[in-house]
């Protein structure tokens, strides 16, 4: 069972996963986790459902997808029948009014829907994945001195279920820099997963890059891919100016994580998402929420 934080009811609530039987097989059972490593993590098993979600013959899944998990597709631009493939409506688009952006520049709002782990005065060669497990950030970045630059800041980790909406986007106004590309497995990031495969952040196909925001510093974004993600899209453009709220970016089909860094003594996170954060739960949040506020 994962248990998630609601922010609104202060309550635990568990998550309906999305093929809950066939993770606890992949990951759980001696034959599953054989499958995985030889086939299911490699990037031809992703790469091949990536392209049957971009089939129409893929549409038949929606009206079930869409039941099964009772998504709210008022606060979605398009209907139901309209979109043209799996795919396209895995990455579609929410009305304006459906995120609103914060007025007051000084409050840290989240890049995503998702589940949402916060941890603040980071150790960059510890940090943490779940209990037990933590990685390096320079791993994380393919070896890059970047890393350096946010030692003792935070680090935050939105994992996207299947279910929920996946464009990314800017916390803030400011100039994004060139992306970084790492080849990498695809081992799903669902918490089933990531309590067994350590340094999973550190393996699967991931991208980052480096935001020149222009209220909270530099800010490091990193995307990991996972099983069935067909592919990370970047909609920005390096070195065009953007305002808060701008698309960064999309995932295709599969649930996938975005993790945030900022550097010390930028941010200080909520206390009710530090508090669960500790206590092992994540923090459902929504994209354009509030999750945090800048130190002045």
């Not at 929606?62 to 631009?77: A, K, L, R």
């Not at 939105?158 to 800017?170: E, G, M």
Request: with cysteine; aromatic share 12%.
């Amino acid at each position: 069972m994962i248990l998630v934080y609601n922010r609104t009811t202060k309550s635990h609530e568990e998550e309906k996963v999305a093929g809950r039987k066939y993770l606890e097989w992949c990951y759980q059972s001696p034959a599953g986790k054989r499958l995985t490593e030889l086939l299911i993590k490699k990037k031809l098993c992703s790469k091949m459902y990536g392209l049957f979600c971009d089939t129409k013959l893929s549409t038949k899944k929606i009206p079930q997808f869409i039941e099964d998990f009772n998504i709210d597709m008022d606060i979605y631009s398009k209907e139901a029948s309209d979109f043209i493939t799996f795919n396209d409506f895995f990455a579609r688009t929410v009305l304006p009014n459906a995120r609103p952006i914060p007025d007051d520049i000084n409050k840290l709002m989240s890049p995503a829907d998702g589940r949402l782990f916060a941890y603040e005065n980071i150790d960059m060669n510890k940090i943490v994945q779940v209990k037990g497990i933590t990685y390096s950030l320079k791993e994380l970045l393919g070896g890059s001195n970047v890393a350096k630059d946010y030692d003792g800041g935070t680090c935050l980790i939105f994992r996207l279920c299947p279910t929920d909406y996946h464009r990314y986007h800017f916390i803030d106004s400011g100039t994004p820099g060139p992306n970084h590309f790492i080849r990498g497995n695809y081992y799903s990031v669902n918490p089933i997963a990531v309590d067994k495969i350590p340094k999973l952040f550190c393996q699967n196909k991931r991208e980052w890059s480096v935001f020149k925001s222009d209220n909270f510093d530099d800010v490091l974004y990193v995307e990991v891919g996972a099983t069935c993600v067909g592919s990370i899209i970047q909609s920005y453009t390096v070195g065009k100016h953007v305002n808060r709220g701008d698309e960064k970016g999309y995932f295709k089909f599969g649930g996938s994580t975005v993790i945030v860094f900022l550097k010390k003594g930028i941010v200080k996170i909520d206390d009710d998402i530090i508090n669960q954060t500790n206590l092992g739960y994540e923090t459902k949040v929504v994209m354009g929420e509030e999750i945090g506020t800048k130190i002045l």
